[in-house]
């Protein structure tokens, strides 16, 4: 029989193994196989493949009360009382930071290169997408395997891969046919070429309901259609486009800065119904500067969604690999804007 440390508690802020007489490895073993037995629906599938390498955790290194699973005591404890996700309380209370730094990967650009150039398209025509490791990061923590996601501003499917990626179910809707078509070809996910003012016409004709998660990142207001300097004169060398679309539509084509909030918010009023209740719904968002003047673009449509969702909490995200123009200098305070509002939203 083999003698490897099967029970772990904490001690001075480290998970260590217990000592364990006969008759208490027996408990031990015993109160695995019940937790097995009694919680298999809610263990995630990397667990059930090593039960033989399956340990108990509790806290305090009480048998009776212990309800958590280690597989590698380095990476923590799963809780069976977990209802959220399948993370660790280590993974988990790393993801609780209220601030991370994030930079768009090579490998992630890579790889949407390589296989959208194999359908001769382009991935770089979208003006701004995401990286699927950041967006993955929220998925793994926000669902379960298996579970619901929904991104109504889908762009060129960042959502749906990372979906892929941590085996979720996607749920994408992009105006634009030719990010549309780039997104097809980059996940076997679902996703609808429309426009997601009309959701809940979407959602209702697909027979799509009780989604378990929304994350998506809409227009930043007509930033696009402001921009004059670098950004444009250097997409527009190469033909790619600086703008998403010229359609009316098209969110980042409202110019009223009122309607523009208003109708944003109007797409996540229609969505409520087709979402689990408690499910979290993350807008990602950056306040923009027009002419001089701040608009705080997250904070108006946070304040506005609160009539609708409760407001959580939010994650602000940093880039911290983007370059510095000397904005202002040298008569005024004006800053380069390189963080995002993450705003975490309930059900
Ligand atoms: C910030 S981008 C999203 C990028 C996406 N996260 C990605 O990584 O590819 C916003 C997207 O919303 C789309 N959009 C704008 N208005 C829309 C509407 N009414 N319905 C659906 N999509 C819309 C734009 O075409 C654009 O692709």
């Known amino acids: 029989m083999s003698n490897k440390d099967i029970f772990f508690k904490r001690e001075n802020r480290k998970v260590v193994a217990v000592k364990l007489t006969k008759?208490?490895?027996?408990?031990v073993k015993k109160k695995i196989d019940k937790i097995l037995k009694e919680k298999k629906e809610i263990i995630p599938k990397k667990y059930l493949k090593k039960i033989e390498d399956i340990s108990l955790y509790h806290p305090e290194g009480n048998i009776a009360k212990a309800e958590a699973i280690i597989l590698d005591p380095d990476d923590g404890a799963f809780s069976?009382?977990?209802?959220?996700?399948?993370?660790?309380?280590?993974?988990?209370?790393?993801?609780?930071?209220?601030?991370?730094v994030f930079n768009a990967l090579r490998?992630?650009?890579?790889?949407?290169?390589?296989?959208?150039?194999?359908?001769?398209?382009?991935?770089?025509?979208?003006?701004?997408?995401?990286?699927?490791?950041?967006?993955?990061?929220?998925?793994?923590?926000?669902?379960?395997?298996g579970q619901s996601v929904i991104d109504p501003f889908a762009g060129i499917g960042t959502t749906l891969v990372a979906c892929q990626r941590t085996k979720r179910k996607g749920i994408g809707i992009e105006l634009n046919k030719k990010y549309f078509k780039i997104a097809k070809v980059r996940t076997n996910q679902k996703i609808f070429n429309g426009n997601s003012l009309e959701i809940d016409d979407i959602l209702t004709q697909n027979k799509i309901k009780n989604i378990d998660f929304c994350i998506t990142s809409p227009p930043y207001w007509n930033v696009l259609n402001r921009s004059t300097g670098g950004f444009k004169n250097k997409r527009e060398e190469k033909k790619l486009d600086y703008t998403y679309s010229n359609k009316e539509k098209d969110l980042g084509n409202i110019d009223n800065y009122d309607h523009f909030i208003d109708k944003l918010v109007n797409i996540?009023?229609?969505?409520?119904?087709?979402?689990?209740?408690?499910?979290?719904?993350?807008?990602?968002?950056?306040?923009?500067?027009?002419?001089?003047?701040?608009?705080?673009?997250?904070?108006?449509?946070?304040?506005?969604?609160?009539?609708?969702?409760?407001?959580?909490?939010?994650?602000?995200?940093?880039?911290?690999?983007?370059?510095?123009?000397?904005?202002?200098y040298p008569y005024a305070y004006t800053t380069n804007i390189h963080h995002h509002y993450c705003l975490v939203f309930r059900n």
């Open 268 to 328: 996540f009023v229609d969505l409520k119904k087709f979402l689990k209740k408690d499910a979290y719904v993350i807008v990602i968002l950056k306040n923009v500067k027009k002419g001089g003047k701040n608009y705080p673009i997250a904070w108006d449509f946070a304040k506005k969604m609160s009539d609708v969702y409760t407001l959580k909490d939010e994650k602000i995200w940093c880039q911290d690999k983007v370059g510095l123009a000397p904005f202002g």
């Open 107 to 145: 490998s992630d650009i890579k790889e949407e290169q390589e296989i959208t150039s194999r359908f001769k398209l382009n991935s770089d025509e979208h003006p701004a997408t995401f990286s699927p490791t950041m967006i993955s990061n929220f998925i793994s923590f926000f669902t379960k395997s």
């Open 23 to 27: 008759s208490d490895r027996l408990k």
């Open 80 to 100: 069976t009382a977990n209802k959220l996700n399948e993370l660790t309380g280590k993974e988990w209370t790393k993801f609780t930071s209220s601030w991370f």
